[in-house]
């Protein structure tokens, strides 16, 4: 007898039990079976999920504690005179669930990098850098800055209590269609050096 008839038989005989109805259990066990394993996957996942969006799961590796969060424990998204703090997750992670977990799949490219070292000394991520923040500029500019204006809206904002330059751009955004990131490069970490933008 050939492999794939062997395959075959072994595979169909599974494929049948599978199809089998139970005989030792009723449908409305194996419903509330199949129920009750689903709600404990699901509030594993969003656990899970949950935890890699916290301030001490995003500065567990060296790369963002001894880079970017250095930076950010400078700004004001992090200290300020109200005590709101804006973590990683806040900007950096949608907030619905659609969008959450294509960020999150998106950032599984970040696991490689720390697996072969792509930004594991001062010297690559400097060197990285403006590559880095290319892409979150980019990703953010696609979204209209939507992790910005879940805290932050022109319709929220007392333009009297701005300063004049502050008012006039706003006003001036709003008017071009602008989007955050287009004036608020650096906001939380360093700029980049050799931005193109710098040349001109």
């Not at 301030?55 to 709101?84: A, W």
Request: some cysteine; proline content about 2%.
């Amino acid at each position: 007898m050939s492999s794939d008839t062997t395959k075959k038989g072994f595979f169909g005989r599974i494929w049948a039990a599978l199809r089998k109805p139970s005989a030792k259990y009723s449908v409305l066990a194996l419903f509330g079976g199949g129920m009750i394993a689903g709600v404990i996957f699901w509030g594993g996942f969003n656990t899970a999920m949950e935890a890699t969006n916290t301030l001490d799961f995003c500065i567990s590796c060296h790369e963002m504690r001894d880079n970017v969060y250095q930076e950010y424990k400078t700004t004001i998204h992090y200290t300020n005179r109200t005590g709101v703090r804006a973590v990683c997750s806040d900007c950096h992670v949608p907030k619905d669930w659609t969008h959450k977990m294509i960020r999150k799949i998106q950032a599984s490219k970040e696991v490689y990098g720390k697996i072969v070292g792509t930004i594991d000394t001062k010297e690559k991520f400097e060197a990285n850098r403006l590559r880095l923040a290319t892409n979150e500029w980019k990703r953010m500019k696609a979204s209209d800055s939507r992790e910005c204006r879940n805290c932050h809206s022109f319709q929220g904002m007392n333009p009297e209590m701005q300063k004049q330059r502050a008012r006039k751009q706003h006003e001036n955004a709003q008017k071009d269609g602008a989007t955050c990131i287009d004036c608020h490069k650096g906001i939380a970490h360093h700029k980049p050096q050799n931005m193109p933008e710098d040349e001109e």
